[in-house]
């Protein structure tokens, strides 16, 4: 089973940038569809952006659209997220997942297509 840590999270204020990484244990991000959730207290966890294991399409929630990118290094095994233009509505405690399934030709949505997650990582935006 791999194992996802995420990384980059921190205070930023409105308008700033971030960039979140997650590092998986052993090769993924090229055979599997990896994603970006969120959750923010309160709130159930949402689909942020994700990529297919090819990097041929990616895909991003309608909120953060224009603003962040998902994108992969193979040479790494790792993910980022690029938060651009970061609101206080960004604010949540961001994770990282790998698809339950190899070569999936569409981008997964839920929560539940996803088989192994990360520790999460705070993004807090200040107003």
């Known amino acids: 089973q791999v194992q996802l840590v995420e ?3 921190g205070l930023v204020q ?3 940038s971030l960039r979140l ?7 993924t991000v090229s055979v599997y569809a990896m994603g970006w959730f969120r959750q923010a207290p309160g709130k159930g966890r949402e689909f942020v952006a994700g990529i297919r294991w090819d990097g041929g399409i990616r895909d991003y929630a309608d909120s953060v659209k224009g603003r962040f990118t998902i994108f ?3 040479t790494k095994n790792t993910v980022y997220l690029q ?7 960004d604010t ?8 339950s399934r190899i070569h999936r030709a569409t981008i997964p ?6 088989g192994s ?3 999460g990582t705070q993004v807090t935006v200040s107003s």
Do not use: H, I
């Open 92 to 99: 949540a405690v961001y994770y990282c997942a790998v698809d």
């Open 117 to 119: 997650w990360g520790q």
């Open 7 to 9: 990384s980059g999270g």
């Open 14 to 16: 409105t308008g700033g």
């Open 72 to 74: 992969r290094d193979n």
């Open 83 to 89: 938060m651009n233009s970061v609101k206080p509505e």
């Open 109 to 114: 949505l839920q929560a539940a297509d996803f």
């Open 21 to 27: 990484s997650c590092a998986a244990s052993r090769r």
